[in-house]
């Protein structure tokens, strides 16, 4: 299995960015899983986003909620998150997590998940 994250980069505040995650080992239109992002900000734990499950069901914490929608691609078999009215707290390293099972909780923990990839960076200016 092998998550890897693109799209990340610098943007001003109330500026959008589309993330992307590929991956390989997930077949994501036909089998069962949960997939989610994560941001770590520096001196911050890493904390849970967004996440999706097989299931089409989608939770959002709830500083991003409204700005920010998670999906996937099945033909492409990519995750993705769309963030818009990005605000200078959403800097931080943005990272993919998955599961090859439904047994993820309502909320994206990150004990929860156990492939992850190396993230990508996320800086917006204010």
């Known amino acids: 299995v092998q998550l890897v994250e693109s799209g990340g980069g610098s943007v001003q505040a109330g500026g959008s960015l589309r993330l992307s995650c590929a991956t390989s080992?997930?077949?994501?239109?036909?089998?069962?899983?949960?997939m989610g992002w994560f941001r770590r900000a520096p001196g911050k734990d890493r904390e849970g986003v967004a996440r999706?499950?097989?299931?089409?069901?989608?939770t959002y914490s709830e500083s991003v909620k409204g700005r920010f929608t998670i999906s996937q691609d099945n033909i492409k078999n990519t995750l993705t998150l769309q963030m818009d009215r990005l605000m200078s707290e959403d800097s931080a390293m943005y990272y993919c997590a998955g599961r090859d099972d439904d047994g993820c909780g309502p909320s994206p923990r990150v004990s929860e998940y156990w492939d992850w990839g190396q993230g990508t960076q996320v800086t917006v200016s204010s």
């Open positions: 999706i499950s097989s299931d089409g069901s989608t």
């Open positions: 080992g997930y077949t994501l239109k036909y089998s069962t899983w949960c």
